[in-house]
Each structure stands twice: as structure tokens, then as C-alpha cells.
């Protein structure tokens, strides 16, 4: 039954998830230029505080990056010692990603992957991390299923994210004249407004709806942050995010 579901997921949303993974195959290595600068930065030491409040720090962990983009979390998590995999839709930004881990001497797993249907056997991870991931999946209840299920008994889920489906990514007003969006092109961030759009996670009220979601899935103990851009965004520079950030933790029943 559960692989019947997967396959009728994965064959309606087929074309929106080649038009996504076209947008962000434009965007990689620009994408990529953005989190070597933040690794370069003092914005990887205040994500990996982030991080710290709801990982355990007493020992090496099994960790599941999804989404992981040019690989910055799963470079992050690697600097602390732990096994990390990293899985994107697009090949592009996996080939960015193994690029930089390389350049930072992280040893890391990257593996071009569909975040919403990891393929990866039940009860394989200590932790599955993601950041401003689920405001790009068709099917993010469907997501946040899968990765429970790759979740060990007691595993952590934690999502950091915002609430990007009511914003306009091509409105400039509230970013530096510096930023990095300016650089990207009106074409590439309409395209952008157009995808959300389409997308039913852009019609929910986030992070309540991530909440209820999780706890219909059972897990437990779950914790909400909405104060993460206060503390990561302290200067309005090339790399500021507008939109403020939430962090979604739960634990696996």
C-alpha cells in the first residue's frame, strides 16, 4: 500500500518537481557562492548554536540532511564529528555540495534524492534535519511522514524553515542594496512567486499547520522556536533573510 501511495505522489507531481528542480539548477552555484560565504562567516557559528539546543552533543549521531542544498548544514554537523548524509532533488546542487565539503575537508554523504520519499530503510537515523526545505515540497505532509518513518525510536526531527509562501521573493524593499537576491534576476525569482503558488504548503499558516501535522503522526515533545532570525540575521548584509524563521523540533514516539 505504501509504495502504491508513493507512486501516485511521485507521478502527480512530476512536473512541478522538474520545474522546481530546474529553478534551483539555475540557482547552484550562486546558491553555493552564499553558503561558502556563510561558512566563511560568523552565521555558521550562530546556526551551529541553533542546532546544539536539540541535538544530543555526547555523541556521534547518524544524521539525514534532506534538501541539503550546496551542503551546508550537513558541513556544519560534519565539523562536530557526526556520520551525516545529505540528499537533494536537484544533481546540480549535490555536485555543489560535494564541491564544498571537499574544500572544507568534511567528510559527508551526498546522494541525489527525492526529500519527500528518502530511500533509505525504517529506523536509519539518529536525527533528519532540514532548513528552508518543506516551503518548496509539493507533498510536505507526505515528507514529513517519510522522514518519521527513516527516524529511530527516540530520533529527532528538527526543521528549521519560515513562512515563505506568503512572501513575494521578488520584492526588494525590505533587503540591503548588497544583497545577494539582487544578483539572481527578476526571471529566475518570478519563476520563484510562480512555483509557490502552485504549492498547497503555501496556503497553510505555518508553523501551526507543521504542529498539527507532526503531532497526527505521533510524535511527541514537540517544540517551536520563532525567534531563530533575530538571532541569526543580526546585520542587514548580503546574506540577510527577511522573513523570519521558525524552528520545528519533535521527537519520535
Known amino acids: 500500500m505504501e509504495t502504491a501511495v508513493k507512486q501516485r505522489i511521485q507521478t502527480a507531481s512530476e512536473p512541478i518537481k522538474d520545474r ?15 553558503r561558502r560565504q556563510e561558512l566563511g562567516c560568523d552565521m555558521a557559528v550562530l546556526w551551529q548554536a541553533e542546532i546544539e ?36 532533488l536537484t544533481p546540480s546542487m549535490i555536485e555543489e555540495a560535494k564541491r ?53 525510536k527516540s530520533g529527532i526531527l528538527l526543521n528549521f524553515d519560515a513562512d515563505y509562501g506568503n512572501e513575494k521573493t521578488a520584492d526588494f524593499s525590505k533587503l540591503p542594496v548588497d544583497h545577494t537576491h539582487r544578483e539572481i534576476g527578476n526571471r529566475l525569482l518570478e519563476e520563484c512567486d510562480a512555483i509557490k503558488a502552485e504549492l498547497e504548503i503555501s496556503r497553510h499558516v505555518r508553523p501551526l499547520w507543521d504542529v498539527q501535522t507532526l503531532l497526527e503522526l505521533g510524535m511527541e515533545e514537540i517544540r517551536i522556536d520563532t525567534g531563530i532570525s533575530r538571532r541569526i540575521y543580526t546585520k542587514q548584509d548580503a546574506l540577510y533573510n527577511p522573513t523570519p524563521m521558525f524552528a520545528v523540533c519533535a521527537v519520535k514516539n
Open 20 to 34: 522546481i528542480q530546474t529553478y534551483w539548477s539555475e540557482r547552484s552555484e550562486s546558491f553555493a557562492g552564499q
Open 53 to 88: 539546543k536539540y541535538i544530543p552533543m555526547d555523541r556521534t549521531l547518524k544524521i539525514l540532511d534532506v534538501g541539503t542544498g550546496s551542503g551546508f548544514f550537513a558541513i556544519l554537523l560534519g565539523r562536530l564529528g557526526h556520520h551525516v548524509t545529505g540528499i537533494d
Open 100 to 152: 564544498l565539503a571537499q574544500e572544507q575537508q568534511i567528510e559527508a554523504d551526498f546522494f541525489v534524492m527525492d526529500a519527500e520519499n528518502p530511500e533509505f530503510a525504517d529506523e536509519s537515523f539518529d536525527v533528519v534535519i532540514s532548513r528552508n526545505l518543506t516551503w518548496t515540497l509539493p507533498h510536505a505532509e507526505h515528507a514529513y511522514g517519510q522522514w518519521n518513518r527513516v527516524l529511530k
